[in-house]
């Protein structure tokens, strides 16, 4: 097994892995401000009981991904916490 393959084992093992993928991102249409706090709501909700969402966070982190819910935070709260 390479590293990088290695590295990347906590992804297959990530609770947003399946249909619900896609509350993690911000849709193709523009969204209301309501219904983006629901969307990312449910996505934090299925991030409490994941497994792997400190490797996640910190993968988020290091590569410093600008779009969706990652380890249990909003790109605005991942870029909080980078400025500290």
Known sequence: MSAQSRDDLWQ???????PNQAIFFPPPRLERRSE???REQ????VCQSC???E???A????IR?????WGGLT???????LNL
């Not at 993968?59 to 290091?62: H, I, K, P, R």
């Open 59 to 62: 993968y988020a982190l290091t």
């Open 75 to 81: 790109e605005n709260e991942r870029r909080e916490l």
């Open 42 to 45: 449910r996505a934090k909700e």
């Open 12 to 18: 297959q093992l990530a609770a947003c892995r399946g």
């Open 55 to 57: 490797e996640c966070l």
């Open 36 to 38: 983006k706090r629901g």
């Open 51 to 53: 497994s792997v969402q």
């Open 65 to 69: 991904e600008q779009h969706g819910i």
